[in-house]
C-alpha cells in the first residue's frame, strides 16, 4: 500500500507565503514524476507543477515566478513553496506521484486526500 500525505495549507493573506509538503509511504521502490494539482470550488483540477524524479520541474503558467517545486528523494518528500500568494490561488492542493511498489512491476499513480489554502484579499 502506498499513501501521500499533504501538508502545510491554511489561511494566508494576499501577498503571503506558504510551503506545502507530500510525504509518500509504504513498499515503495521508486518514485518516478510527482505533481502538485489544485481543484478551486465549481473549477477542474488543474496542474500547477511537476517535478521529475532527476529534478526537471514545469509551472502552469500562473504560478511561474512565484511558485517553486522541489523534492528530496531521500525522504520521499516533495515540497511546494508558494509564494506572493493571490486570492485566485484559493484552492485544495493535491499531491499526485507515479510510484513503484515493492513486488509489483511497472510505475502506477497515486494521489493524496488534498490539502486546503486559502487566500484573503
Known amino acids: 500500500q502506498v499513501q501521500l500525505v499533504e501538508s502545510g495549507g491554511g489561511l494566508v493573506q494576499a501577498g503571503g507565503s506558504l510551503r506545502l509538503s507530500c510525504v509518500a509511504s509504504?513498499?515503495?521502490?521508486?518514485?518516478?514524476?510527482m505533481e502538485w494539482y489544485r481543484q478551486a470550488p465549481g473549477k477542474q483540477r488543474e496542474l500547477v507543477a511537476s517535478?521529475?524524479?532527476?529534478?526537471?520541474?514545469n509551472y502552469a503558467d500562473s504560478v511561474k515566478g512565484r511558485f517553486i517545486i522541489s523534492r528530496d528523494n531521500a525522504k520521499k518528500t516533495m515540497y511546494l513553496q508558494m509564494n506572493s500568494l493571490k486570492p485566485e490561488d484559493t484552492a485544495v492542493y493535491y499531491c499526485?506521484?507515479?510510484?513503484?511498489?515493492?513486488?509489483?512491476?511497472?510505475?502506477?499513480?497515486?494521489w493524496g486526500q488534498g490539502t486546503q489554502v486559502t487566500v484573503s484579499s
Open positions: 499526485n506521484a507515479n510510484v513503484w511498489r515493492t513486488g509489483i512491476p511497472g510505475f502506477y499513480n497515486y
Open positions: 509504504g513498499s515503495i521502490v521508486s518514485i518516478g514524476t
Open positions: 517535478i521529475t524524479s532527476g529534478g526537471n520541474t
